[in-house]
């Protein structure tokens, strides 16, 4: 059985919220990210208090009201399905505070966690503030939506990026890594990856390994699951016929991507 791969589950919270996925370190390897999913119906209430944490609440599919203290956003949220590949709408959480999601129609919500202690700005990341990037060519293209990308100073340890990666396509390929605290060389950040699949039936593959393979583990991924990548390198491949989208988020001791390729592989990048 894999220790990186953690499968989709339904736990009542409360009445109309079900927790769906939930990495935190109780469960994981990982020291500076958690994550949880929550699926909620039409009129349902999620709260939560953070302590020593940062969140970002991306709204997957569905429309919410969330509000943080004194502040309320209405009406967040912008698609019914993560496959409309359309950004969606965030809200960025500081430490210290108590954030309120109230479902006005059916939605699905990620919360993505980083250790923090700075109390910085609530701010709505609205779906137009998300850039839009297309990345590679050949059979390794994906679209990707920066929600929280390294260049925007909104907080304090938290990274979160959508990708959408066709079918027949690799995706965070070639392989790389970012596990040294080595800047400007590469930075040290931990990730997950949240996965859901079109058609909902289908699977992909993904491989967490080191160098020195003391880590290497190759997991079928189905839908609404998610992997934990503490280290290492992480490549993801889509069979034919199937969609992928991720949600990523990362932390570490500073907050800046920078990766290191697998040299074995690298040399694709070099083809006309």
Not at 226 to 237: A, F, R, W
Request: charged content about 25%.
């Amino acid at each position: 059985m894999s220790q990186l791969l953690y499968k989709r589950k339904e736990l009542k919270l409360s009445e109309g919220v079900t927790l769906v996925q939930d990495l935190n370190k109780s469960n994981t390897d990982l020291q500076y990210v958690q994550f949880k999913v929550i699926e909620m119906a039409p009129g349902a209430v999620y709260e939560e208090t953070l302590e020593d944490s940062e969140l970002c609440a991306v709204v997957l599919t569905g429309k919410v009201d969330v509000t943080v203290g004194q502040e309320a956003f209405k009406g967040l949220g912008t698609r019914e399905s993560v496959f409309e590949k359309i950004p969606t709408d965030s809200v960025y959480v500081p430490s210290r505070k108590t954030v309120q999601v109230s479902a006005n129609t059916d939605a699905k919500i990620a919360l993505c966690y980083s250790n923090s202690t700075k109390v910085l700005e609530t701010k709505v990341i609205y779906a137009d503030d998300n850039s839009v990037e297309h990345r590679g060519k050949y059979s390794n293209q994906r679209q990707v939506h920066n929600i929280l990308p390294d260049f925007v100073e909104t907080a304090e340890n938290l990274l979160v990026v959508e990708v959408y990666t066709n079918q027949g396509n690799f995706s965070s390929y070639p392989p790389h890594k970012h596990d040294q605290d080595d800047l400007p060389n590469e930075s040290l950040l931990e990730e997950t990856y949240y996965h859901e699949i079109d058609p909902g039936q289908g699977f992909v593959f993904q491989r967490v390994y080191t160098d020195d393979r003391t880590l290497d583990e190759t997991m079928a991924v189905e839908n609404q699951d998610c992997v934990s990548v503490p280290k290492g390198y992480h490549p993801v491949g889509v069979p034919d016929g199937y969609d992928l989208y991720y949600l990523n988020v990362m932390a570490g001791p500073t907050r800046k991507w920078v990766f290191h390729n697998d040299k074995d592989h690298e040399w694709i990048l070099e083809r006309d």
